[in-house]
């Protein structure tokens, strides 16, 4: 079991610089680097609570979703949370296996996760539904599914406790409600030993939604 953290986010500001005795004003680095811990100790602050998923309700989550026994599913002690850092894992919550999300992740969901360098376990669980509303539209329609068609479809933007998904004007996915309630709660840890194609540490970022270019076949796909 990994180590229990305290029960708010640390303090993330950059210290002061000391020179000879005198306190130097902050670079303008430090002043960027204070405004992104502030950023991200504010998506942490919404998720300072325990998680209400017990280790004996793990078995039922893995056989109910159809975990491979390849992803290790650790249940949190009190006063761990969302955001602390594990080993090769990161907190899934139990929303997002309702909304589609499945283990291991398709191809597609890694590298956008790889692309907006942000861990999975920020991303509003509702969210999943666009991409697994996407994957499964490509499927039955006979389109490849591409990182670069998707970006074309879907933004992701920050809100205050995360980033969400949302359509581009055009496009639209029915099912995919406004919010998920409770879902902040029930999460655990997910890890595998080789570890992950995207990064699964917390970070503000600010996401870049320029649509890629896309190549012939994904422009006649899109039409």
Same mark, same amino acid.
């Given at each position: 079991?990994?180590? !229990? *953290?305290?029960? @708010?986010?640390?303090?993330? =500001? $950059? /210290?002061?610089?000391?020179?000879?005795?005198?306190?130097?004003?902050?670079?303008?680095?430090?002043?960027?680097?204070?405004?992104?811990?502030?950023?991200?100790?504010?998506?942490?602050?919404?998720?300072?609570?325990?998680?209400?998923?017990?280790?004996?309700?793990?078995?039922?989550?893995?056989?109910?979703?159809?975990?491979?026994?390849?992803?290790?599913?650790?249940?949190?002690?009190?006063?761990?949370?969302?955001?602390?850092?594990?080993?090769?894992?990161?907190?899934?919550?139990?929303?997002?296996?309702?909304?589609?999300?499945?283990?291991?992740?398709?191809?597609?969901? !890694? *590298?956008?996760? @790889?692309?907006?360098?942000? =861990? $999975? /376990?920020?991303?509003?669980?509702?969210?999943?539904?666009?991409?697994?509303?996407?994957?499964?539209?490509?499927?039955?329609?006979?389109?490849?599914?591409?990182?670069?068609?998707?970006?074309?479809?879907?933004?992701?933007?920050?809100?205050?406790?995360?980033?969400?998904?949302?359509?581009?004007?055009?496009?639209?996915?029915?099912?995919?409600?406004?919010?998920?309630?409770?879902?902040?709660?029930?999460?655990?840890?997910?890890?595998?030993?080789?570890?992950?194609?995207?990064?699964?540490?917390?970070?503000?970022?600010?996401?870049?939604?320029?649509?890629?270019?896309?190549?012939?076949?994904?422009?006649?796909?899109?039409?």
């Amino acid at each position: 079991m990994v180590s !229990s *953290s305290s029960s @708010s986010p640390r303090s993330l =500001s $950059p /210290s002061s610089r000391h020179i000879g005795g005198q306190t130097l004003p902050p670079s303008p680095k430090s002043l960027s680097d204070e405004k992104v811990a502030r950023v991200l100790e504010a998506l942490m602050w919404s998720h300072n609570l325990d998680s209400t998923v017990s280790e004996s309700s793990l078995g039922y989550l893995r056989g109910c979703f159809g975990i491979p026994e390849d992803f290790t599913l650790i249940a949190l002690e009190p006063g761990q949370r969302a955001y602390d850092p594990i080993p090769k894992g990161f907190a899934l919550t139990v929303d997002a296996l309702e909304a589609g999300l499945r283990l291991p992740l398709h191809l597609i969901i !890694s *590298s956008c996760v @790889s692309w907006w360098c942000v =861990s $999975p /376990s920020q991303i509003a669980p509702n969210s999943w539904r666009y991409l697994v509303a996407f994957l499964g539209e490509c499927h039955y329609a006979g389109i490849t599914p591409t990182q670069s068609l998707f970006l074309s479809c879907f933004r992701l933007s920050r809100g205050s406790g995360g980033y969400y998904l949302s359509a581009r004007p055009g496009f639209r996915v029915s099912g995919a409600p406004s919010s998920n309630n409770g879902c902040k709660g029930r999460f655990f840890y997910v890890c595998q030993s080789e570890g992950w194609s995207f990064g699964i540490r917390w970070a503000a970022r600010m996401i870049d939604n320029t649509a890629l270019v896309l190549n012939d076949e994904e422009r006649n796909d899109l039409r």
